[in-house]
């Protein structure tokens, strides 16, 4: 017998009860409706990478669980390798470079998947967890219209799937990139890692990393933490940065894009989208417009959705040049927060919508063609797996949250009965004809 111990949750791996898990796949089938209908294709990828593509994206080695058997046999000690994907992007940008030739361009596909990480589990942070990406990859430069889109789908899911206000805050690298260059800043990425932690450390705290680590003055310094400070919700932002006073080709080609793309969603609520020239992005190989996704009324909870554009990820794998632009919702990071919350309810347990009974006088083949006839009609049914007392065949209906109970006709000439257990009507039914009622 396993220990009662052994029995207990592992902390970040989830697992919810039927009724709860039903929701969740009906939030990944409306994620997927809005995917679809704007043309994404799906892809499942294996869950195994070489480690090695996977170091190759930056320092992620101590979030990556690899593989190795449990009974070592020789070599034992070396390696490992293969690991399980820590993110979807990563094996995305290898399934596109090992399936280049057969692939139409620009590729877009969606992705919803498990991925691993191995940090520390909190509110919001899971070592097993699901994700839904859209990525678009071609090899041709990607027009900006997919800088807009983007964002736009990742409003429509979470228009779709109710789950309350959100903001999604977005940014250029190559503004951040352009303004520190300008600056005279030497490793420019460096100080992308340091800003991009602003809002776990604060503006003093990106400050002391400055001077502590790369070794800024005091006036470069406060010129990083003007620019952090700029946020808007009209293209105009970008006259806010050039009123700073630097100036490079970089930067302005980063605000032309920038300003492009506010512009393209200012249709949208107020607040909806708010340039944020704070946000960065700590992944190295983002390149352009960078996209964080946070709930409005929540704004300490961890970051719901994020992405942007890359030149180099694809193409690094093949030599080749191949950039895309994507977006990732965690979706288990937000359907753990409304559970939590107690937003998320269901009264059914299951998702049959009829229960056949199991009547005294009725023969099992009786009972199964009933079932049957209910099932080619696309009727989810179950029926009650033996004869026992009719009452407590509807306390086990009720218990489940069936919305119907059937009565199958006995004998030649019996009739057919279906019973609402929510209201109690019961009224003669054929089981070739009959549709329930689907709110």
């Known amino acids: 017998m396993i220990e009662k111990q052994k029995l207990k949750p592992i902390s970040g791996f ?14 990944i089938e409306r994620i997927r409706g809005v995917f679809e209908s704007y043309g994404f294709a799906p892809i499942e990828t294996r869950s195994v990478e070489p ?7 930056g320092d992620t080695d101590k979030e990556i669980y690899a593989l190795r058997r449990l009974l070592e046999e020789e070599g034992a000690g070396r390696e490992p390798d293969y690991a399980l994907h820590y993110d979807l992007t990563v094996p995305m940008a290898r399934y596109v470079a090992a399936n280049l030739n057969d692939l139409t361009f620009p590729f877009k596909r969606y992705q919803i998947q498990r991925a691993w990480r191995g940090e520390r589990p909190q509110e919001g942070r899971f070592r097993e967890f699901t994700q839904c990406d859209i990525d678009v990859v071609d090899v ?40 520190y260059k ?6 420019a990425h460096e100080v992308i890692r340091i800003v991009d932690k ?3 450390i604060g503006a003093d705290g990106v400050s002391r990393m400055l001077s502590d680590e790369l070794g800024l003055d005091a006036a470069t310094i406060d010129q990083v933490l003007k620019l952090a400070e700029i946020q808007g919700t009209k293209a105009d932002v970008v006259d806010r940065v050039r009123a700073l006073g630097v100036t490079g080709e970089l930067l302005e080609q980063g605000l032309d894009e920038l300003r492009f793309v506010m512009k393209a969603l200012e249709d949208y609520p107020e607040g909806a989208f708010v340039a944020d020239l704070s946000v ?35 193409g690094s794998m093949l030599n080749k040049h191949l950039p895309g632009i994507g977006i990732s919702i965690g979706l288990t990071r937000i359907f753990s927060k409304l559970v939590k919350d107690g937003k998320i309810a269901s009264a059914r347990k299951t998702p049959s919508e009829v229960m056949v009974c199991w009547l005294p006088d009725a023969s099992y083949e009786e009972i199964c063609e009933t079932a049957a006839a209910l099932r080619r009609r696309g009727i989810k049914t179950e029926q009650f797996h033996e004869p026992r007392k009719l009452k407590q065949q509807i306390s086990y209906a009720s218990a489940k949250g069936i919305p119907y109970i059937w ?12 019973k609402a257990l929510e209201t109690g009507a019961q009224a003669e039914a054929d089981p070739e004809s009959w549709t329930p009622a689907r709110g």
């Open 198 to 200: 602003q809002d776990k």
């Open 280 to 314: 960065a992005r700590g992944l190295a190989y983002y390149t352009g417009t960078v996209y964080e996704v946070k709930f409005a009324d929540d704004p300490a909870f961890p970051t719901i959705c994020g992405g942007g554009r890359y030149e180099n990820l694809v």
């Open 140 to 179: 041709r430069p990607i027009p900006l219209h997919f800088d807009a889109e983007m964002p736009a789908i990742v409003y429509e899911v979470m228009q779709a799937l109710d789950v309350g206000p959100t903001v999604t805050r977005l940014n250029n690298r190559k503004v951040l990139e352009g303004f």
């Open 182 to 187: 300008a600056l005279g800043v030497a490793d």
């Open 14 to 27: 989830p697992e919810w009860l039927p009724e709860i898990r039903m929701v969740e796949q009906a939030w």
């Open 51 to 57: 480690v090695e593509v996977l170091l190759k994206q």
């Open 407 to 418: 009565f199958p006709a006995v004998g030649a000439d019996g009739r057919h009965e279906v």
